[in-house]
């Protein structure tokens, strides 16, 4: 997932498309579920901001390099069920893309070499329901000792909802909510944790 080089400056492929099928059985790092969490922010009616997550994540890094994360769409948690479900149907149609996928090559020596925390630049790429576009952003990997990796955000990921397509997914639930406006601007921070 990261092509990382042990400098804080270093810049690293990060690459979110929607092609996942299964976790690698030749997998080198797996990603602990329990252990990680993947948050994003929605701002309505203007100044009411609330926090959502994810509570299904899985991913791996094969001994080749290859790697990804994957966000099952359906476990979007909001506090609100019929949220829950609005969001799943009309703004991610978890029907055609139940699943998000980010994968990219990692320079696994490179990871295994680290001995403190070092801060990386993410150049990424999202793809979310059919469509993708670039993202940036800093993450602090800490590794926690010889067999698990912790990669945080350093600050939150905005993610433009116009950029990837979805701004009638977004119109559809104001409108259902009867709220004056949801806002396009989507903050996204994870904290992932990978063992082996």
């Known amino acids: 997932m990261f092509d990382v080089i042990p400098r804080p400056t270093t810049r690293f492929m990060l690459c979110l498309s929607l092609l996942m099928t299964a976790v690698s059985v030749r ?3 797996i990603l602990v579920n329990e252990a990680s969490q993947l948050n994003f922010v929605s701002t309505k009616a ?17 001994k080749d390099g290859a790697a990804e994360l994957v966000i099952d769409l359906t476990s979007v948690n909001t506090g609100i069920d019929i949220r829950d479900q609005r969001m799943q149907s009309m703004l991610f149609n978890v029907a055609s893309f139940p699943k998000a996928q980010i994968s990219t090559r990692l320079d696994l020596s490179a990871v295994e070499r680290l001995s403190e925390p070092t801060t990386l630049i993410i150049d990424a790429q999202l793809s979310l329901a059919g469509q993708t576009a670039p993202v940036e ?29 979805l701004e009638s997914g977004v119109e559809a639930l104001r409108e259902i909510a009867g709220l004056p406006s949801i806002g396009y601007s989507v903050p996204v921070t994870f904290s992932l944790t990978f063992t082996r």
Do not use: C, K
């Open 137 to 165: 952003g800093q993450v602090l990997v800490v590794p926690m000792d010889r067999d698990r990796v912790s990669i945080t955000t350093v600050a939150p990921i905005i993610v433009q909802a116009s950029s990837l397509g």
């Open 27 to 29: 997998a080198d790092w």
């Open 46 to 62: 203007t100044h009411i901001a609330e926090t959502h997550t994810f509570s299904e994540l899985s991913g791996a890094i094969t």
